[in-house]
């Protein structure tokens, strides 16, 4: 059934920097996708209720503070617990290359690093989305 | 167990994937819904409209947290715009409400309006069962707050809150937008605004004309607005806005109870019924290709819009007493 594919985009920890987030956030809603920001601040737990909540096919984390290693894993993790490990999280911002992959072997399907076209983006979100 | 049980149980997530079927318009959905019994006890939903900025989300993430206390279970929807553009929306009114993500007693929804007119989504009045199906005591429906066409809030709801904030608009403006005559009380929110008083002032007048203009509604309480100042960011006024909507509730349930769930399940009905229709005529005009045939009438000028609405209807009269 053709229905918009639902995107959290998310700011974890003490992180202030949304810039970036808020770009994402657009580009994606201008791509014809309904996008639930959740605002500054969150916890892995929280962003994972939400995104059970708001019923989304997708998490995009937003990370310029180094703290993506200890952050970024414990979404999936979390989904995992609460069953719902069919919902496609990816993450990007300001992260070494080096740190990469072991994100990804973490669960985090994909990291966009500075530079990353928005259409880069929304492709691969429609192309991943489990539905 | 089945989708409605786990909701039953308190499964945010069978809840959240049944209110997506309804949004999607997905058949499944109504199927569902039609097997289980009423609830015995509705909700009590709550309309929350009123300007951009105004601050609905910010009253209704202070109102929860008040009711919480009195271990309520609470629903929120949350309604926001979609792009005319590209379909797609931008859904924040989360932002506001951070405290209350991990809330166990607490489901938010977030919805885009995806081409409804009037502030709200068409599938609020569907996730309203939903949310009582999941034991919701209250309901909050935060309308769009475009401002000016918010009324379709006022079917689905109980009691309808106007938020309205000091020093913006003249009262030119609320009158234009006819929400006044649909609300029950009127938050002045952000009352730390030297203008404050001038504003309920201007609010008192405009329904005292109200009244004069119109003596055959019923005079004293029953017609009267509650007026209710507000600072959402800090929690000034929130127990009188909590007083003034269970005093509105107390006067109705006394006056039989009638008035507002009739109102909410009129709403409901006709609102299931345009759907219904909507989609055994796409069905019929899949399978018959009646629309492109009238168009083609059209555009080759041997029929008009209403000649051909006329015959369509007629053809699915028909169309439909032989399926169904």
Redesign the interface.
């Known amino acids: 059934m053709d229905r918009p594919i639902r995107v959290v985009i998310a700011k974890l920890g003490l992180d202030g920097h949304d810039r970036g987030a808020k770009i994402i956030a657009r580009a994606l809603r201008d791509a014809g996708m309904e996008v639930i920001y959740t605002g500054l601040r969150q916890t892995p737990e929280n962003i994972v209720e939400i995104a059970i909540q708001e019923d989304a096919d997708a998490i995009g984390l937003s990370s310029l503070s180094g703290a993506h290693n200890h952050l970024f894993p414990k979404v999936p993790e979390r989904l995992r617990e609460k069953g719902a490990e069919d919902i496609l999280v990816f993450g990007g911002g300001v992260i070494p290359e080096k740190d990469i992959a072991p994100l990804k072997e973490a669960g985090i399907a994909a990291i966009f690093t500075p530079g990353t076209t928005t259409t880069s983006v929304i492709e691969f979100i429609r192309e991943n989305v489990g539905r | 167990m089945d989708q409605i049980s786990a909701i039953k149980s308190g499964d ?2 069978a809840a ?2 049944l ?2 079927m309804l ?2 318009n ?1 058949p499944k959905a109504a199927e569902l819904l039609q097997r289980c019994a009423a609830p015995s006890v509705r909700a009590k939903v709550i309309g929350i409209t009123g300007a951009p900025g105004a601050g609905k989300s910010t009253l209704t993430d202070q109102l929860t947290k008040n009711l919480l206390k009195n271990h309520k279970k609470i629903g929120i929807i949350a309604v926001d715009p ?2 005319p ?8 009114d ?3 409400m ?1 405290d209350l ?2 809330q166990p007693d607490v ?4 919805m ?1 309006t ?1 081409g409804a007119l009037g502030g709200i989504s068409k599938a609020v009045s569907g996730a309203i069962r939903v949310m009582e199906l999941f034991g919701a005591d209250y309901i909050f429906i935060e309308t769009v707050g475009i401002g000016q066409s918010e009324i379709d809030v006022a079917g689905l709801s109980d009691i309808v809150v106007l938020v309205v904030v000091p020093g913006m608009g003249d009262d030119i403006q609320a009158e234009k937008a006819g929400i006044l005559e649909v609300s029950d009380i009127i938050v002045v929110n952000k009352a730390d605004h030297e203008d404050t008083n001038r504003t309920i002032q201007q609010l008192k007048s405009m329904m005292g004309l109200r009244m004069k203009l119109h003596p055959e509604e019923p005079v004293g309480e029953d017609s009267e607005i509650e007026i209710v100042s507000t600072i959402a960011t800090t929690g000034f006024g929130l127990a009188d806005l909590l007083e003034a909507i269970d005093a509105r509730q107390i006067r109705e349930q006394a006056g039989g109870l009638t008035g507002s769930s009739e109102k909410r399940l009129r709403a409901e009905l006709l609102d299931l019924i345009y759907k219904k229709v909507e989609s055994e005529f796409m069905d019929f005009d899949e399978k018959t290709l009646s629309l492109s045939i009238s168009v083609v009438n059209i555009l080759e000028e041997r029929s008009n819009p209403f000649l051909e609405t006329e015959r369509l209807l007629e053809e699915f009269m028909k169309w439909r007493s032989t399926t169904c």
């Open positions: 945010k997530r959240a994937k209110i997506s949004e999607n997905n979609s792009s553009i590209s379909g797609g929306a931008f859904l924040g989360r932002i506001r951070s993500n991990s489901f938010i929804r977030s885009a995806r």
